[in-house]
């Protein structure tokens, strides 16, 4: 029997509604609802059985609703949890997707004391869009929970239990941490992925359209991730951004001064590196 | 029937064992003969039917072989070349595997004279050694020519043939282009994937070894390739590398200068011609 009565999801994009697929195939809520401004988007989500019940009026979304999910872009959260609030019982708990937590989670703290915890479930798909939902987008993903000395411990268990039931493999950071590490390992990556694209792609003459291979394909896979979002993302983070692109240009140089060198000797020491620092992490778990 | 009475591998790794493979396959030659000088590497290619032959003596390999491919690293061609040539039949034509064209296509012009085409299948792995050899590798593969004007048009049209019957898509440029080509679409992502490594691995505390996910594993794939190989590559190809970089730099410092504005806007144009430009290629293609 499910424990949770009501879910509610706002935003039904690709998150809400993998969300809303993920939770009625584990079966974690007995109504799972969703809300958001787009009809087409509402009556998809119930056609692919994302949701039970949807709707375009936040009082009839949020009342009797347990569990909140903010899969909205950020930038709406404070709006957002203004109009909810009023309409919310008093017991709900409160979580995000968003992958910037340190802004997010000082809005969210005050309009929801006590009772929100932010969440960064590590997962994405280029393909952005409620039509690229899939149930299985949560299985073995880390979610980031980052609780601030606001939470309650009530809320926390709650939240904890959600994002595990769906899938994920939950660990704890603070905001400010967490925003560090994605400035690292998700929105450094997307940067030069674009970058990439953007220094050879447009100097390359039609007959070279078959040169790009499965090396570049996946080196710039990220940079296909949808551009209003990203560009949102990664200005929210932006400080975290600088130095995570100061340490890469160190890096680059180092290589860079390596291959003037003659001898192929230094370099192939670089490389060594990068292939063993990546195969810690990449053989010995499920991603590899 | 086939219609090469024998065909000679010199290279028993990744590319020479895939080549035996896919020959075999193919059935394009009456007889596959490898060459190296690793007895286990020519065991494992006979045990795995990469080879009907194998030897360790160059000049009972090279006796009565029609086509040569070279699989070695570039950096023994010279020696080797002129071990060969003592014993291979006149009409032989020769061809080779490596990543870096215009010195190589020099020192196999004059030891060839008029029978060499240089040869790059856009196929490989992360994994090298024969141990990963797949007779599939070059399916669908893009192989670039590089003949110069010392070429026969019987070598070319026998090259071609070879290349071609293993399932590449051959496409025919100078070495001098060829060279410049895969600076900008593999040897510059090779090199942005090792120092994306190198510029985070080594400072993330053990506790975020869960955040590095599907993005940044594929954006660092290439850096888990034969560190020795690639420094040999890279190396090889440094004068169209450094302007390749040096453009990344400028494309990369647009997106920076984007960043540090406090609207979006700028960024997510730059972010949307990177994803246009990249689904312009790998949308309309079998890569995709």
Redesign the interface.
């Known amino acids: 029997m499910p424990k949770i009565k009501k879910l509610l999801i706002l935003g039904p994009g690709l998150l809400g509604g993998s969300l809303g697929l993920a939770a009625k195939r584990h079966e974690i809520a007995k109504e799972v609802a969703i809300w958001g401004r787009n009809e087409e988007s509402l009556r998809f989500a119930i056609s692919i059985g994302a949701a039970d019940t949807a709707s375009l009026d936040i009082a009839n979304a949020a009342r009797d609703a347990q569990i909140v999910v903010f899969a909205t872009p950020t930038r709406v959260f404070e709006q957002l949890a203004s109009q909810v609030c009023a309409y919310l019982p008093k017991q709900a708990v409160v979580t995000d997707v968003g992958s910037v937590k340190l802004r997010a989670c000082e809005v969210m703290d005050q309009k929801f004391p006590g009772r929100f915890i932010g969440a960064h479930p ?3 798909a280029e393909k952005s869009g409620i039509t690229n939902a899939r149930a299985e987008l949560f299985e073995n ?2 979610c ?1 929970l980052t609780p601030t000395d606001k939470h309650s411990d009530y809320a926390l268990s709650e939240i904890e239990n959600f994002w595990s039931s769906l899938g994920c ?1 939950v ?1 704890h ?1 603070s905001p400010n941490e967490h925003d560090l ?2 400035a ?3 929105h ?17 003459p039609a ?19 949808p ?2 979002m ?3 993302i ?2 929210d983070n ?1 400080a975290n ?2 130095s ?2 100061a ?2 240009l ?3 140089e ?3 001064s390596a ?4 001898d ?2 230094p ?9 063993q ?6 053989l010995n ?1 499920t ?1 590899s």
């Open positions: 590590m997962a994405g993903a880390t980031i493999r660990v950071m590490a994605v690292y390992f998700s450094l990556p997307h940067l030069l992925a674009a970058a990439l694209v953007n220094s050879t792609l447009p100097h390359a007959r070279w359209k078959n040169i790009p291979g499965p090396g570049f394909r996946d080196t710039t896979r990220v940079a296909s991730g551009p209003q990203w560009s949102e990664l200005t932006r951004l600088a995570a692109i340490q890469f160190t890096a680059l180092q290589i860079s291959l003037r060198n003659d192929p000797q370099l192939e020491k670089l490389l060594r590196s990068a292939k620092l990546r195969e810690e992490i990449f778990n991603l």
